[in-house]
């Protein structure tokens, strides 16, 4: 699982877009607290600020609720809060720091009046032409109150709804105009409609728990409120639930390639996700067994950097036969709130988030296992601690190909020169990390990791951008 | 580690009272933020509230600040606050609710002044005789604003300051009247005290960091900040740190037998600390390799419940050859203000700290290795989950005897008659958990866990109190 | 000066929509300060959410930032958000909860991207073609976030600047598609436009400080942060600042008979303010001093009910003769967050907000000055009160005409059902508020309490609407 | 009323320890909710910090619940954290900050444990030996946990409790130990039992609402929660109330010659309380009176400055026929966390919290009352606001002696070097404020505003301090 130690101080420093919860009871219960636990599930996606939206479908048209700030879902939310929210239709969001920034106005679900009464919107993704849209539409005349895409989509919905017979159309019009990654849920007054572009880029699937219809952006959401697994919304598909209709789907926009993040199986997902039919925990177990094939090398320890580096350390022991046991201790109490050591304490040593199992390393020759290696900075220092707590060698694989590549698609790699792996061979990095050996994935062995069954992008590594 | 999780619902649901965290800085900087970074490392220890008090050696007497409150680290600090604690002697603090329940009186350390000046104490532990303590004071005049056994203590002190000629002599006085568990630090306002009652039921030890002195409840918060560990205070030890005299120690309360206890071996502690010349992973591993002898059985698969069955799952894997890996993802977001499923949302399977790897367990005969089993409703859930993602033979190892009976020394063991294990046998517990087989360590395999090197309390298991 | 007793438990009960409070230094300075200081002396206009927004006409064009939320300045800033705010032009804003009730999203000054960059509004009114403008602008496909009117007039201007070839004209443009009452200062991203409606319901006036220019809803808000009056926008007026035209003027929406409200002398303005060329509190005074040529009696002791009934009451001292004293004592620590007493308290007479001051009417005869009767619940109250603290005759005099009608343009008079006037003789009302005698203004003295100098609207008392 | 603008800015300046207010309802009903309206008409007198504790007489000894923090009662308080307080015997408290500064332990009610079960206090006053019963504890073993003289009371009740066969007689025990100012609310398990010292500086009187007894710093709090009036304590007078044998006295620490505060009429005390037999208006009322006598002056306008000058401005209209009117606009909503104008603000003459009323000064020759001046920075400055108003000339009326002296009993009047009456004759005071004439109360005139029915303290202006 995904946490805040990767996102603030590891080498990885990835972070994504958002996580999408809604939910229909169509026996007219309230929804807000399964999205609520829903939520909890996909905090790993986002952890900036978040909110739940919820509506009244047999209630007035402007029925809609909401609640939403910056902070945690345990600080944004108390169960008086919880408790007001009453409708039986109703969607939330976790998100990460939009481009904006820190903004309170920035927090989704995206809550609007339109010309059919209310929309919430909750969408995880990038769009490649935010800012052709948003000059088109201001030149139109539109206003914009905050950086969000949801807030162009949204003015897409609702200039489309005039000229087409029903929301669910009206999404499908906005939906040709939109370029990039989009992973969304609208709910109209009376239907959940969920969406994925055409390429698949972000996870959306379907699940029910007694009556109720559920969209989320990974199926270990599900597993949390005890719903049923359903399927995935397909890359290109418009999925529009209602008590009349039950589920209808639109794969208008489908295209022959889709190109789902790689990235997902790697890193963002949790592990025990299933995102378009591949296991996430699997797929990591397999990369490390492959790292173990291409990279052997004779040690005494497998050790995974956590939390994402443990299945590939694990599928490491499994193909090496190389015992597998943990080598750091991660604080969980790190949060968003933590007071950052200054540097003078950060060369002092303070390492607050991630400490050494001393026990377990020394005097080992150590297989340390990551998902991946953006500016070498947090290897490095890994490296280095495992060696003072007596490691005797220390051999880094990852489990995961070279960062050649910014991302368009929602997460935030960083251009090439941040990149360590830009203009280095794997030896050079080797040297700066200190490690000594080092061994990444082949862009090749992607295709194995997914066991053949994913179509993916894997532009950070080949520079092949789907849309382009 | 042990985490919120374990506490609110797994099955051990144990708790402790405190962890310490004290600082002298003999240079005269300010120690407010190594105390407050050495903390994060103990807040396993304590999540009710949390409390930093500070002086300047070389300033007015009462120059001691505090900062505390009921929450956790991340929300009772902020930097304003960590800035304004000015001083180079100074101490922290962790705590659990104590009986009193959750008040913000009861957060510690507690600062008082008395007839030397200010006097900080922070205190890990549970005294047996605090009623007649209580009481006796109250005869004589005393009063009280609090209900921990740090004011007890604190009184004991000032009052025998008046006939003694230094602080450290009262410490002694104050200590030959106290019974059971206690591991506290006394900050006086040029001396920083540590003590450790006779059987030594709580760890404490000493490190150093360039010249600033610490006391800690565990070494990983000296690793945590960068600290050397200097050694562990013996039990019934008096440790009096200052400038003048450096590490001064008085041993005058040691006795024979002392007996530390084995719970933070198998539980409390972290496991990257080392308590009493025993580093707690490897006993938690050594307890595993144990139970793979007395209860092998043939299986695809052992996995450890997290955070703290995962050292001793690794030992069964180590000691019987069955692959170890990942058989859950827990949610480290759900805290403190996390609010509770309802009864009816329970029952439908709302898992939100816990989930099963599906994909890990599914069509395996699994080996769950937990650390204990209190009441054991916990330990069923998770067998039903487990047999639920597809498990076709679930074996539970226990990493510690069966609990029988209460604990007087700081942890909150329940009456016997809520414990499972009382009245009833291994196979009627078996059952009621629904397990295919299940083991516990016996008592006596407990000192091989720990070496043979540390004397122990093990009455929860025996009944053998060694007070009494 | 009006205030929270005024609104919440006096028989007034009237609120308004807001205040607004602009700033641009032309020598660069930063304005946020002085922003929050001018908004404090406006407070009494709005007590339900506030906010600043300013941004730095010499750095990016979306350089705003703003910081607005529910609450009381004192509530919602502190020293260093205030700190945060740099720039030298902005505006702020207090005000009451709108329709749509108690929602964050409703705070001011509205902050918009459009066309041409970043836009605030700061609103005070109430358009009366609000559900026409909203229900035309979605038919265009306008998505709303809020539901005040400062988005509508957003929109318009945002519209309205792609065909004019400035934000002026926009303005302009924008204007006359609004009907109703509307004060409000937009500033674009380096200009400072103050607009008041055709019949100026509500102020607006121009003040100067040193360097920097200042749009403010009343005067008094000028002499608190040190400003010299300027001028008062004038009805119909667009008024546009800028460091290279100084104040430029547009009077073309001008018509030949505004029509300001007669109420913001009669209680909504603060006595030490100068609307549109008359002093608010020589207008009390002198309504006062109608009532005293009008209803004379024989009595000891003239009262104002505080704070708006006293420089009525003071005007009935001088018309009379009969000496003027406090007659109550005001808690002014009663505020938004105060917890109301429940129905039974309040039966058990609970008075926390006016306590009579008994030693100064007992055994008097006592004339009671208050500035208008709405429901006559409290002025019954208050009545009762006065006779129970001994005084031997309560003669009421009202500072205003009976209201019989609605208010259309920004203020919260209630529909005729509720008016106590409505349906009933003076008698009938002077009996069911307990009163000796009871006096009400007539229409027509309402031009001399504005000695002539100002057409107005009194439509509340005589149903002559400005623009019906 | 007094108010912050008062302390915070005024030339008053002066503050005072404390407001209390205890109930007990025979009937067994709630006491939390009459507690919390009762210290709102008694906040004037202590906005730094605030408490209610409860206890249920029917319950165990140790039910007593409190809440109590930093900020005013609307800050600390709300509808939830009310409700929890389940009690019929309960006390409160208001302070201002104590000399330990701002500390969240000085906050009171003080809850105590003690011999003999659960202990309230709430204290008004300071006490004179402080220091020595400090001292005396801590050498007998005694630990502070606050800088509140209620601690040491705690304490002297707590010791002579073991000796003594009741708690009131505890109580008297203790007080014959206390020397100086002290007016307090024990309450012990089943028992109420306020406290007046020997001189009766602070005031205390009893109330009935129904079946509660009720005891209060001033009368007013009675009125508001509409409570009968029953007597004021005396000083030197012990009265214990409980449901066996209602109010019993004990007058044994009483002396021939009381001497309560005489600035308790002049500023302190709510002008609707009634102290010792004298209405605190009337006497404000006739020092303004005595002032007119002493100091007549041919002038158009009597101003009383805002809010304790007001009555006293009305008397010397009253003695001299002048006209009295408002000449200031206070601005109510400047509290506890309004953030001060910078230094170069206040000289860009920012005048948030009073603005002179120009159209009523304007041209007129103006008598100014206040109350006192402490340093005379603040008359200076409101004299040159009248002035810059259009005032042709500005007398000053101060209604009470020159203030010469310190004050060792509860108030804050600054050392003699910051008193600008020391040392420098009445015209060179009047030279430095800058008015045309100006006019003290002599202290012969004292007897006269308590009309001769009270012994007082004129030690601030006298020197006279009635213990030396």
Do not use: W
């Amino acid at each position: 699982m995904k946490t805040d130690f990767k996102n603030v101080c590891q080498d990885t420093g990835l972070t994504e877009d958002c996580g999408v919860f809604a939910a229909y009871d169509f026996d007219g219960g309230d929804v807000a607290s399964v999205i609520y636990y829903g939520l909890f599930a996909l905090q790993h996606r986002g952890q900036e600020s978040c909110g739940i939206a919820v509506s009244d479908t047999n209630g007035p048209q402007d029925s809609l609720k909401d609640e939403k700030d910056l902070g945690l879902l345990t600080e944004v939310f108390n169960a008086e809060k919880l408790e007001k929210l009453k409708g039986n239709l109703g969607l939330g969001h976790v998100s990460y720091p939009s481009e904006g920034g820190r903004k309170r106005e920035n927090a989704q679900p995206l809550v609007l009046n339109y010309v059919k009464g209310t929309l919430g919107i909750s969408n995880n993704g990038s769009l490649t032409n935010a800012k052709e849209l948003r000059d088109d539409l201001s030149y139109k005349g539109a206003i914009f109150q905050t950086t969000v895409d949801s807030e162009l989509i949204g003015y897409l919905i609702a200039r489309e709804r005039i000229n087409n017979s029903s929301v669910e159309a009206a999404v499908l019009a906005a939906c040709r105009q939109l370029k990039g990654c989009y992973s969304f849920v609208v709910n109209s007054p009376r239907k959940m409609i969920g969406v994925r572009d055409p390429y698949g880029f972000r996870p959306l699937c379907i699940g029910k728990l007694d009556n109720t219809y559920i969209i989320a952006s990974e199926s270990c959401a599900l597993d949390t409120v005890g719903a049923e697994f359903i399927r995935d919304i397909e890359p290109g598909e418009i999925v529009t639930i209602s008590p009349e209709e039950g589920i209808v789907s639109d794969k208008t926009l489908q295209i022959s390639k889709p190109a789902s993040c790689i990235f997902e199986y790697i890193y963002f997902a949790r592990p025990d996700s299933v995102v378009d039919g591949v296991g996430v925990y699997g797929a990591r177990v397999r990369a490390g067994e492959i790292l173990a094939r291409r990279f052997p090398v004779d040690a005494d320890l497998v050790v995974g950097v956590p939390d994402s580096g443990t299945p590939a350390g694990y599928g490491y022991a499994l193909g090496s036969g190389i015992a597998h046991g943990n080598g750091f201790i991660k604080n969980n109490y790190v949060g968003r709130t933590f007071i950052k050591p200054k540097q003078s304490q950060r060369e002092r040593a303070v390492s607050v988030k991630l400490n050494v199992l001393k026990e377990a390393v020394d005097g080992k020759r150590v297989i340390m296992v990551d998902d991946s290696i953006v500016r070498g900075t947090t290897s490095a220092k890994i490296v280095k601690s495992l060696r003072e707590a007596g490691a005797t060698e220390v051999h880094v694989r990852i489990s995961s190909p070279l960062f050649l590549h910014r991302c368009f698609y929602g997460t935030d790699i960083p251009s090439e020169d941040h990149l360590i792996a830009h203009n280095r061979t794997v030896e050079e990095i080797r040297e700066i990390i200190g490690a000594d050996s080092l061994g990444f994935l082949e862009i090749e062995d992607l295709k194995e990791i997914v066991e053949g069954k994913v179509d993916f992008c894997d532009a950070c590594f080949s520079g092949n951008y789907p849309d382009k």
